[in-house]
């Protein structure tokens, strides 16, 4: 496709959306708690390293979004909830972690499970 | 993939340096780099994932390179592996380039 000067200036200032506008019935809600699936694809994967096995609780849907792991490898969109999950430093660094300290992370619906 | 591109949580380098007064970009080819993007992406020849795959793809390299050297890095993975441009071509260039600042 084609795009002139004022087409590329307005899709600059206003960036792009991975968001995807169908509906798919979410897995969790907030509260709820979830492990982190322990995944190590050589293929791309947007699961941070330091929260795999690690569990902690839906804060928030942002909606349904492309699936960057099929998406990177030409497998389609597989269009799925991302949601913002709540982990304690503790949970994630140990000892090192300090005691008020949380992180909040983006996480895909395939990248984790219920957490008994 | 367990790569260079997932730092978070790696000890060993040192502050983050917040600049004051921060240019958008520090050198001119930078934001050559940084106008390449729509029209390189607007080919349709790769997706957001596949750009970023091909940045973490770089290896050790990743370390020792500034942000927008990442983003030309992968510019020149893509467009060789979607067949856009040929590696003889990349060569070619790059000798003209070096002939033309000796």
Request: aromatic share 10%; hydrophobic share 40%; charged share 25%.
């Given at each position: 496709m084609a795009i002139n000067v004022t087409q590329a200036m307005a899709a600059t200032l206003a960036g792009a959306t991975a968001r995807v506008e169908v509906s798919v019935t979410p897995r969790f809600q907030p509260g709820d708690r979830v492990r982190m699936r322990n995944l190590n694809p050589p293929s791309h994967t947007?699961?941070?390293?330091?929260?795999?096995?690690k569990v902690g609780v839906i804060e928030r849907d942002h909606g349904v979004f492309v699936y960057p792991d099929t998406h990177a490898a030409g497998q389609g969109e597989k269009p799925q909830h991302v949601y913002v999950v709540r982990f304690t430093g503790k949970e994630l660094?140990?000892?090192?972690?300090?005691?008020n300290d949380e992180l909040l992370v983006d996480v895909w619906d395939d990248y984790m499970d219920p957490a008994s | 993939m367990n790569g260079v591109h997932d730092l978070g949580g790696m000890h060993g380098f040192g502050s983050i340096v917040v600049e004051k007064d921060?240019?958008?970009?520090?050198?001119?080819w930078e934001r050559r780099v940084f106008g390449m993007f729509l029209p390189v992406f607007a080919t349709g020849a790769f997706n957001i994932d596949e750009f970023r795959h091909a940045i973490e793809r770089m290896g050790p390299d990743y370390l020792q390179t500034s942000y927008y050297e990442h983003w030309l890095a992968a510019f020149e993975t893509l467009l060789e592996e979607k067949g856009m441009i040929s590696a003889g071509e990349f060569s070619a260039r790059r000798a003209r380039i070096a002939g033309e600042n000796a």
């Amino acid at each position: 496709m084609a795009i002139n000067v004022t087409q590329a200036m307005a899709a600059t200032l206003a960036g792009a959306t991975a968001r995807v506008e169908v509906s798919v019935t979410p897995r969790f809600q907030p509260g709820d708690r979830v492990r982190m699936r322990n995944l190590n694809p050589p293929s791309h994967t947007r699961l941070p390293r330091y929260i795999k096995g690690k569990v902690g609780v839906i804060e928030r849907d942002h909606g349904v979004f492309v699936y960057p792991d099929t998406h990177a490898a030409g497998q389609g969109e597989k269009p799925q909830h991302v949601y913002v999950v709540r982990f304690t430093g503790k949970e994630l660094w140990g000892p090192q972690g300090g005691a008020n300290d949380e992180l909040l992370v983006d996480v895909w619906d395939d990248y984790m499970d219920p957490a008994s | 993939m367990n790569g260079v591109h997932d730092l978070g949580g790696m000890h060993g380098f040192g502050s983050i340096v917040v600049e004051k007064d921060e240019p958008v970009f520090h050198h001119e080819w930078e934001r050559r780099v940084f106008g390449m993007f729509l029209p390189v992406f607007a080919t349709g020849a790769f997706n957001i994932d596949e750009f970023r795959h091909a940045i973490e793809r770089m290896g050790p390299d990743y370390l020792q390179t500034s942000y927008y050297e990442h983003w030309l890095a992968a510019f020149e993975t893509l467009l060789e592996e979607k067949g856009m441009i040929s590696a003889g071509e990349f060569s070619a260039r790059r000798a003209r380039i070096a002939g033309e600042n000796a």
